[in-house]
């Protein structure tokens, strides 16, 4: 049974910059799309972004208007980690950051997530 584990969240300023990462446990980890989902209050969860295996082993990312240009997926199979980089963070940004496998998340992987506040 995959775990997934989120770290990195904190307080931050408006334009500042955090790292989340998220830990797996199952060597399956590798295989999957994974991605970065957040929900604030009173809104439902989205997707923010995803990282998955191209053709060529190089890796490919898709993000949703709201973080493209300011967050960064990335991940280290070796380590079993995906990361989240957000620059610029803005107050809308306050929520608590999941991550999971992409674009269909998997009910059993929810972790507890991470929380993210955005406040000067």
């Known amino acids: 049974q995959e775990q997934l584990v989120e770290s990195g969240g904190g307080l931050a300023q408006p334009g500042g910059s955090l790292t989340l990462s998220c830990a797996a446990t199952?060597?399956?980890?590798?295989?999957?799309?994974l991605g970065w989902y957040r929900q604030a209050p009173g809104k439902p969860r989205e997707l923010l972004a995803q990282i998955m295996s191209g053709l060529f082993g190089e890796w490919r990312t898709n993000y949703t208007d709201t973080v493209k240009d300011r967050f960064i997926i990335s991940r280290d199979n070796n380590l079993k980690t995906v990361y989240l980089r957000m620059n610029n963070l803005k107050p809308d940004d306050t929520a608590i950051y999941y991550c999971?496998?992409?674009?269909?998340?998997?009910?059993?992987?929810w972790g507890r997530g991470t929380q993210v506040t955005v406040s000067s």
């Open positions: 199952s060597p399956m980890f590798n295989l999957l799309t």
């Open positions: 999971n496998t992409a674009p269909k998340p998997k009910d059993s992987y």
